[in-house]
């Protein structure tokens, strides 16, 4: 049976989201939240799912919608990122769960040398040259390698602004995708060290049929490239079921994937074989491990970018588009 469509409330105050989350909690609910950037699809409705059979008794789920401009770097994809507001309250209003919508303006202070250079709208808080923010979370082991080395600010940028969520909405659970694999443990471990209250759940990664990982910038994957893309998952499945079967050299299994992802006409960003929890990479399979694959497919693209005050043109990142692609797999290696 569908669920009942339940519109929810729209907040886009801090104070207002802060009290709004006091009150449930003193009514007796757990307040779960789900963060993303937007333009929701299966994938973001499943973490909603989720976050209500991880939370015990009656269960208020606040789904954030904000597209964090201090996670990416001048030359990434901030001004293109999709987004759909209206579509996705109608998604949201249909799972009959969601509470409240939590979509801030912005979440920074910005500092005046930052409005100065670009007119007071800075695309990026790296174009601000770090003056409009200067508090951030770092977690320095678990974000170098995987994204953390094409993407210098990615986590820095995750880390700080999950915690100013963490401020503002007062979750009691929280639940990320594990297609950001990298992005999920780097917020287990600034919880676990920061001492937050919260209980984090890492939720399966949701495919299409055709294996492909949902994922928001799939919408600029042409039908061509789309195909391609589909690598990234036939390669994670049959890397799997060679682990499985007994092949746990880690080596040959990232040469094979580097193979089918390159000849599937896509630029490898990274592949590896790490440890679950401590990402640390592993030459044998012999552990709970995961494969983390990210590769780009589509056209170069050129696009222009609003940086520090001036319009540039901005081949992306060594002319390769941001039809980014990353997924995992986790494997527990019989023996
Ligand atoms: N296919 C998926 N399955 C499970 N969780 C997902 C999936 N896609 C996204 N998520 C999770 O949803 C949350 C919000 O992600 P976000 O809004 O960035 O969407 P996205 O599809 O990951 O976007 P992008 O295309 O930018 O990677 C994250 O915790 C992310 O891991
Ligand atoms: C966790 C997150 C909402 C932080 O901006 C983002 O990185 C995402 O959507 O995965
Ligand atoms: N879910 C990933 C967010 C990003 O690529 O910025």
Redesign the pocket.
């Known amino acids: 049976m569908a669920a009942a469509v339940h519109e929810p409330e729209v907040i886009r105050d801090k104070a207002e989201m802060r009290a709004w989350s006091r009150h449930r909690r003193a009514e007796g609910k757990t307040v779960a939240l789900v963060?993303?950037?937007g333009f929701l699809h299966e994938g973001h409705l499943s973490l909603i799912s989720a976050a209500v059979a991880a939370s015990t008794g009656p269960v208020a789920v606040v789904v954030?919608i904000?597209?964090?401009p201090s996670?990416f770097a001048p030359t990434e994809d901030l001004a293109t990122y999709p987004s759909d507001f209206a579509g996705d309250l109608r998604k949201l209003a249909a799972t009959g769960v969601v509470a409240a919508v939590f979509c801030p303006p912005d979440l920074y202070v910005r500092g005046p040398s930052a409005a100065g250079a670009s007119g007071g709208a800075v695309s990026c808080l790296e174009d601000a040259g770090g003056h409009a923010h200067e508090t951030w979370i770092r977690v320095e082991q678990l974000e170098k390698g995987l994204c953390g080395s094409s993407r210098p600010v990615f986590f820095r940028?995750?880390a700080t602004?999950?915690a100013k969520?963490f401020n503002v909405v007062e979750p009691d659970v929280a639940v990320?995708?594990k297609k950001?694999y990298q992005?999920w443990r780097v917020?287990c471990r600034m919880v676990r060290d920061l001492d937050f209250a919260i209980q984090i759940v890492g939720s399966e990664i949701v495919r299409e049929a055709d294996g492909l990982a949902m994922s928001s910038r799939n919408v600029n994957l042409s039908d061509e490239d789309r195909e391609k893309a589909l690598s990234i998952s036939r390669s994670l499945m049959d890397a799997r079921t060679a682990a499985l079967n007994g092949s746990n050299h880690s080596q040959q299994i990232k040469d094979q994937i580097v193979q089918t992802l390159t000849e599937a006409g896509g630029q490898v960003d990274y592949v590896e074989i790490v440890e679950q929890e401590s990402l640390v990479p592993v030459e044998r399979m012999d552990r709970p491990c995961v494969i983390c694959v990210a590769a780009w497919f589509g056209k170069p693209l050129r696009f222009l970018r609003r940086a520090v005050g001036l319009w540039a043109v901005a081949a992306s990142r060594a002319g390769r588009s941001w039809v980014a692609k990353q997924s995992t797999m986790e494997v527990l290696p019989i023996g």
Do not use: A, E
């Open positions: 963060p993303t950037m954030s904000y597209v964090n996670q940028g995750v602004v999950v969520l990320f995708g950001d992005q917020i």
